[in-house]
């Protein structure tokens, strides 16, 4: 027997084109990733998180000389949104990011690990979590629930 993964996304040429509740998200997250700390691999990402209060809250990359200390932006964002509003479902993620030293210029992804910790909040409130992303320019992509992202993790989701 032999199955198949498919996941589907939204794929949006221009910010304008998004929903205006994700424009203000995708703008939050830009503006965020002007604040990240990176002065180590000068790549400044940002991401921003709605809740079902309608709360934004933001997180960009925090670097540290000894490297794993550090933080991606998402992780502060996502953490930084259960230690504030523990009661509050994560509704979205808008994640953006750019680079003194080259053009981004396709939506830039959540790591692994970000991806576990994302799908853990989803299945924590049993709330999928629209995933938004996109490069400094160029297309914006819009996943509809981190399990698209992490397939066979929590499953139940469905
Ligand atoms: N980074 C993020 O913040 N999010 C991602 O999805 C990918 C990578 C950060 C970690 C590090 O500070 C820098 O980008 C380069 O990898």
Redo the contacts with the bound molecule.
Sequence with gaps: MKQDITISYDVFDRLEDLSPEDQKLLEAATKAAKDAY?PY?K?H?GAAVLTDNGNIIVGN?Q?NLAYPS?L???RVAVFSTSALYPNQKIMAIA?TAFSEQFVTDKP?S??GA?RQVLIEYEIRDNQPIRCILRGSTGQIFVFKSIHDLLPLQGNFLG
Excluded: D, Q, R, T
Aim: contains cysteine; aromatic residues 6%.
């Design positions: 990176a691999s790549f990402v990359n670097e550090g991606c932006a998402e994640i830039v959540p790591c970000c």
